[in-house]
T-cell receptor, first 114, second 114 residues
Framework: AQSVTQPDIHITVSEGASLELRCNYS??????LFWYVQSPGQGLQLLLK??????LVQGIKGFEAEFKRSQSSFNLRKPSVHWSDAAEYFC????????????FGTGTRLKVLA | NAGVTQTPKFQVLKTGQSMTLQCAQD?????MSWYRQDPGMGLRLIHY???????DQGEVPNGYNVSRSTTEDFPLRLLSAAPSQTSVYFC?????????????FGEGSWLTVV
């Protein structure tokens, strides 16, 4: 069955530190891959997406993600975290055949220490 | 730009009451969907629509009805509210049913059933 796993429910980093949020997926082919961010009381905003080609994808707000086919992973990274990055982050998979749908992970809540 | 608009933002219902969550988008998107977000469970698809007059069930459709009489509107109906339907509901849209498209989310509707 198709699934997305975000193994870290909560992550706390200090402002200025680097960040990596993990995402693993289970799918029979290479899916479309997304990262979304949700600020408190808000909807989800797209950070970046991967369809094909270069496996390192740049997004908004200084985020990047790397697709690793061999590990079925699509981890999100940022070199230096800002306090405003505190939010919940969702990895999602878009299926590429059959009944098109999006599958979301359970989210990682990021706390940033001043 | 309006994007995806949901109303109401907050609602308290008594068990057994019915209500409709409204969703409208002004981007001429074909694909619209409803998700519910619960702690530790990420976003789960309730119903979706690939165009006016076409709807289908998602992962957790029980207790909810939808219709799509126009491209713009996709209301979600709770027929007889239950405490298990206490959740945050998000409406989303994308240009087409191709899951490679970016999904645009509304700001959410917080529903409490007592």
């Amino acid at each position: 069955a198709q699934s997305v796993t975000q193994p870290d429910i909560h992550i706390t980093v200090s402002e200025g530190a680097s960040l990596e949020l993990r995402c693993n997926y289970s799918y029979g082919a290479t899916p479309y891959l997304f990262w979304y961010v949700q600020s408190p009381g808000q909807g989800l905003q797209l950070l970046l997406k991967y369809f094909s080609g270069d496996t390192l994808v740049q997004g908004i707000k200084g985020f990047e993600a790397e697709f690793k086919r061999s590990q079925s992973s699509f981890n999100l990274r940022k070199p230096s975290v800002h306090w405003s990055d505190a939010a919940e982050y969702f990895c999602a998979v878009g299926t590429t055949s059959g009944t098109y749908k999006y599958i979301f992970g359970t989210g990682t809540r990021l706390k940033v220490l001043a | 730009n309006a994007g995806v608009t949901q109303t109401p933002k907050f609602q308290v219902l008594k068990t057994g009451q019915s209500m409709t969550l409204q969703c409208a988008q002004d981007m001429n998107h074909e694909y619209m969907s409803w998700y519910r977000q619960d702690p530790g469970m990420g976003l789960r698809l309730i119903h979706y629509s690939v165009g006016a007059g076409i709807t289908d069930q998602g992962e957790v459709p029980n207790g909810y009805n939808v219709s799509r009489s126009t491209t713009e509107d996709f209301p979600l109906r709770l027929l007889s509210a239950a405490p298990s339907q206490t959740s945050v509901y998000f409406c989303a849209s994308s240009p087409s049913a191709n899951s490679g498209n970016t999904i645009y989310f509304g700001e959410g509707s917080w529903l409490t059933v007592v």
